[in-house]
């Protein structure tokens, strides 16, 4: 998901009363939420496709989820006690508890793998022990409803909060809930979708039903032959189109798998690639992703394959 849904879902887990475990909690689960992306610095230092083969990886495995909170907790902990010495902590700041600031850097740490699994674009959740790619084809990337959600639930706790009440905690639990609920439920669509495209005509091998933005209820299904592709638009409340007879899929060109071999860029792709798509090119073969074929950066998941020493 984008580092906003991230960030709102720490701070919806810490005004549902984690922050009052203690001092620095808000902040630990905010930026736990969102520290497996430490990977995204691998745009620093490579280039093209490779970092479609990085991305949500090794920082997203299981070693990372014990030692990426320790890290956070250990730095926040350190931070407490170097504004104490400096006589700059701020006095209504609940005492720093090492085991709770552990615990709520790892619950916001968690939620992160969690949530990236919702949507289509992948996640190894088991790396390095397995490069397996998992996918939940829930939710879209940025999901507006979830947004207004937590905004609101948010809001509505800090004001009873500033208030005195003693239920201020409940606006965040609330919609913590309903999210478990929405997302249940967008999980029951995505796999209605996608057993019904697969149980038409042609009868696809590959089936991948994408959420859309904001009409939660749609989808766009796509599907793969061992020969053709297409798209489906699928709707719960009865817009179901037919498969058709879909475009060729190009994949069963020999050349593809040799001319990738050795090409850092290829690999990086094949690798990443869920819904593999091939075309003929000015310059030779390009290979395409199904899912992100029609977004506005969809140079970033193409690469190009040419003979050896072209």
């Excluded at 920082?59 to 104490?84: C, E, K, N, S, Y």
């Excluded at 949530?115 to 022990?129: A, S, V």
Aim: with cysteine; hydrophobic share 45%; aromatic share 12%.
């Amino acid at each position: 998901m984008d580092n906003l849904t991230h960030s709102l879902i720490g701070a919806a887990l810490g005004q549902a009363g984690l922050k009052r475990r203690t001092g620095l909690a808000m902040p630990a689960l905010i930026i736990g939420a969102n520290l497996p992306d430490v990977d995204a610095g691998c745009f620093l230092w490579l280039e093209g496709t490779e970092h479609l083969g990085f991305r949500r990886g090794i920082t997203h495995g299981p070693p990372a989820m014990v030692l990426l909170p320790l890290i956070l907790a250990a730095l926040l902990w350190w931070f407490d006690r170097w504004q104490a010495a400096r006589g700059t902590r701020p006095e209504g700041r609940l005492s720093v508890s090492f085991k709770w600031l552990y615990l709520v850097s790892l619950i916001g740490t968690l939620s992160h793998p969690l949530f990236d699994w919702f949507n289509n674009y992948g996640i190894r959740l088991l790396e390095p022990f397995s490069s397996t790619w998992f996918y939940g084809d829930v939710l879209f990337i940025i999901d507006l409803w979830v947004w207004i959600g937590l905004v609101c639930a948010l809001w509505l706790g800090r004001r009873r909060e500033r208030a005195g009440r003693g239920d201020w905690h409940g606006p965040a639990r609330a919609a913590l809930a309903g999210l478990a609920a929405y997302i249940m439920l967008n999980l029951g669509i995505s796999g209605f979708a996608a057993d019904r495209v697969r149980m038409d005509a042609p009868y696809p091998v590959k089936v991948v039903a994408n959420p859309v933005p904001l009409a939660f209820w749609r989808r766009e299904v796509l599907w793969q032959t061992d020969s053709r592709y297409g798209t489906v638009s699928w709707s719960l409340f009865g817009d179901r189109a037919r498969a058709g007879p879909g475009k060729p899929l190009g994949m069963t060109d020999p050349r593809i798998r040799e001319w990738a071999k050795g090409d850092s860029q290829a690999e990086a792709f094949l690798f990443w690639s869920r819904m593999l798509v091939a075309e003929p090119g000015p310059t030779g073969i390009v290979l395409k992703d199904q899912r992100f074929m029609d977004v506005p950066t969809r140079d970033r998941f193409t690469v190009t394959l040419r003979p050896a020493g072209q």
